[in-house]
Each structure stands twice: as C-alpha cells, then as structure tokens.
C-alpha cells in the first residue's frame, strides 16, 4: 500500500507560479514513476507529467511545468509558471507500484483572469 498526499495548491493570479508537492508514505520502496494527473471541471482526467527513468510532459504544459522528485524524502513535485485559467483544475499525484496506481485526494488550483 502506498499513501500519497498533496499540497501547494491555491488561487493564483494568470500569468503566476505555484509550486504542488505530495510526498508518499508506506511501501516507498516499491515505487516506481510518479505523476501528476488534473481534473478540470466537466472534463475527465489528464496526464499533466510523469518522473521515472525520465520525465515526460503533457503538451499543453511542456516549457511551463516541471516535475522533480526526491527520492530521500519520498516527495515528487510540480513547478507550474505562466500559469494560465485552462490550468484550473484539481490535481491528483499518482505513483505506480507493482502494478498498482494509487493515488493522492488531490489539490485545487484555481487560476483567475
């Protein structure tokens, strides 16, 4: 079993950074990639980026997002800059273990205008 919780998420302003971590706790070491996920209002669930043995971005996010991840502290997190109102959305960590997704309850980003 793998938790994941998040934090870092807010209102922001267009054109803002923000900056999400979520950290793990339980079967760390079975872990393998890490992700971030988000889910606008209305519209299903979306790959945002992903660290693993790379990383690996959404278009819509490539050049703004970026994900690191500390493997000492169990913590993967997103850098989000230029932030945009199509960025609003709740943003979910997931990590896979031995072929298992879990995933985190999720933060709220809401961008304004």
């Known amino acids: 079993q793998v938790q994941l919780v998040e934090s870092g998420g807010g209102l922001v302003q267009a054109g803002g950074s923000l900056r999400l971590s979520c950290v793990a706790s339980?079967?760390?070491?079975?872990?393998?990639?890490m992700y971030w996920y988000r889910q606008a209002p209305g519209k299903q669930r979306e790959f945002v980026a992903a660290?693993?043995?790379?990383?690996n971005y959404a278009g819509s996010v490539k050049g703004r997002f970026f994900i690191s991840r500390d493997n000492a502290k169990n913590t993967v997190d997103l850098q989000m800059n230029s932030l945009k109102p199509e960025d609003t959305a709740v943003y979910y960590c997931?990590?896979?273990?031995?072929?298992?997704?879990?995933w985190g309850k999720g933060t709220l980003v809401t961008v304004s205008s």
């Open positions: 660290s693993g043995g790379s990383t």
């Open positions: 997931a990590a896979s273990s031995r072929g298992i997704l879990y």
């Open positions: 339980g079967s760390i070491f079975s872990i393998g990639t």
